[in-house]
Every structure is written in C-alpha cells, then in structure tokens.
C-alpha cells in the first residue's frame, strides 16, 4: 500500500505536492469515489483518476547506480543539490531511490517506480544484507569489532549482529579499512555503529546489495538490472524475511 499522493507523483502526472492539492480539490477519484484525504493509502490494482484520466501505470524499470559522494538519495531536494535521478535525465519515467545513501557516503543504491519492490526491499521484515568498506580514524581492536559483531547500542535502539572484517591497517597514518554486512536501514547506521566504538570514518562506501555489486561501473555511472535479477532480488527479500522471523 502507497500515500495516493506518492502513487500520482511516481505516475509522472504532478509534482507530490501538486498531487495533494488535487487530492484535497476533489479533483482524485479512487474506484469511482471522490478522496480528499491526504493519509489514503492505495493498492497496487485501485482504479485512479485524475481530473477524469485514468491513471496509466508505467511499465517498471529497475536500475543500479554507483553513486557518487556529495548525492542525495533522492528525487529532488529544495536545497537546489544534485540528487540521484540527476543521472537519469534522458529516462521518460520517474523513478526514485530504493533506501537511501548519505550524502558522504558513495556506493551501491538501486532505483525504480516499481513502489511495491521498493516497499518489499525496503520492510524491516525483509532486509537484504548490504556489505560497506570504511576507513576509519585510528585501528580498531579485536574487541571492539567484537562489539559491532554482537549488537550495539544506538539512540535508537540496538543494532543487529554484524558482520565485521578488518581489511587493513596504516600504522603511520593511524588509519583502517573495516568491511561491515548489515541487514538494517536505521539512519547513518554504519557510521554512527563505528563511532560508537570510537572511530570515526573518513570515507564509506557500499560496495554489495544482496548479489548485486558494483562490478564493471565507475562512479556516477548505471545500469538497468535484468529480469533475473529483479526475480532474484525478491526471492531474496522473502528468504531473509523468513529467516529474521
């Protein structure tokens, strides 16, 4: 289920915002009645209208970018900075960010207008593994990564297990490159789960998604993902579902 709203802007009729202004005019109609709730939420086989229009469903895409530092994850910003659907200009679909990426942080993010895939990829429930590098100030003990491996305390909450390797260590620059597999999303998670053991990172990349990795792209540039990948991905999510149940 989808904010109606969401589901006109992903549709490529109106901005969101535009799309609740319609929406409290009357001027939307979900299965022949009239909605002027902002808070709807719609299924993927509801019957839309806009101002009369039937609402035409796009064939879905599916996308991976190697994203850039200095990007946001997402498909506008206010603030007037580049956001990731900068890079599709030529594409006559909008698409949006599956996840999110800070704005420092380069790497893996996957984007469609497939909104049912991203909500399943995107669900606590079904959190596919997602693998970072990072180079962090100073050289993290055995113990520490320990901690990171166990769960660690956060503001909001305790992290899941991780997965930890120490890739390499600078004895002269105090500086190391640690490899962390996650299955959450919380909000700067990795960087905060390193702070929190006292090493701050410098730079942090993601580097897989599930299967998927960055294989043969340079920084800013995509792919479309396959049919199989995409078939992939979702029995994915279902396995991790079950298997964090």
Do not use: C
Not at 110 to 137: C, I, Q, R, S, W
Not at 150 to 164: F, H, M, N, S, Y
Not at 191 to 213: C, N, P, Q, S
Not at 218 to 244: C, D, I, Y
């Amino acid at each position: 289920m989808e904010r109606l709203q969401k589901v006109i802007a992903y549709a490529g009729v109106a901005s969101r915002r535009k799309a609740e202004q319609l929406i409290l005019e009357g001027k939307v109609k979900v299965n022949g009645k009239v909605v002027k709730e902002l808070g709807t939420k719609v299924g993927m086989n509801e019957k839309i209208e806009v101002n009369g229009v039937p609402l035409e469903k796009e064939s879905p895409v599916y996308f991976l970018l190697y994203k850039p530092r200095g990007v946001i994850s997402s498909a506008s910003d206010d603030k007037g900075r580049k956001v990731v659907t900068d890079f599709f200009q030529e594409l006559d679909k909008r698409i949006y960010p599956i996840g999110r990426l800070d704005y420092d942080t380069s790497g893996l993010i996957l984007l469609t207008n497939d909104g049912e895939f991203a909500n399943t990829l995107m669900h606590p429930k079904y959190e596919v593994e997602k693998v970072y590098v990072a180079k962090v100030k100073g050289i993290p003990s055995k113990e520490k990564l320990r901690l990171l491996e166990r769960g660690i305390k956060l503001e909001d909450g305790v992290t899941a297990p991780a997965k930890v390797k120490l890739l390499s260590i600078d004895k002269r620059k105090q500086t190391a490159i640690v490899e962390l597999a996650i299955h959450e999303g919380k909000n700067r998670q990795v960087r905060r789960m390193l702070d929190a053991i006292g090493h701050e990172v410098l730079k942090l990349k993601r580097e897989r998604y599930g299967f998927l990795t960055l294989q043969g792209l340079t920084t800013g540039e995509f792919r479309e993902l396959s049919p199989h990948e995409v078939k992939q991905l979702r029995a994915l999510a279902s396995t991790e579902g079950n298997r964090l149940k």
